[in-house]
């Protein structure tokens, strides 16, 4: 992280993280954790197409699946990601 680029902005009802990458790392940030205490952390994925079939490969076949009902899963395609919406393509 850049710590000079980083920031907290506090509303009534809202916190807003802002956080930047080091110049030396590359690529999507996958996850994150979160939490008051280090040894309670929860930990949330970002959106991104990895995560999205992740998700919903478990959801939708669980670990009990043949692997004929995995071959037949959807492809899903994450098209655009904003604070109003995330917009997904099913095939």
Do not use: M, Y
Not at 1 to 19: D, F, I, K, M, Q
Not at 57 to 75: D, I, K, M, R, V
Request: aromatic share 6%.
């Amino acid at each position: 992280l850049v710590s000079p680029e980083t920031g907290v902005s506090v509303s009534a009802h809202n916190v807003v993280v802002e956080l930047a990458k080091a110049p030396g790392s590359t690529g999507p940030w996958e996850k994150f954790s979160f939490g008051l205490d280090p040894s309670a952390l929860q930990e949330r994925l970002f959106v991104t197409e990895e995560n999205v079939d992740g998700f919903l490969g478990t959801a939708l076949c669980p670990s009990s699946c043949s692997q004929s009902a995995l071959e037949s899963q959807p492809l899903i395609e994450v098209l655009d990601v904003s604070e109003e919406r995330i917009q997904i393509r099913v095939e």
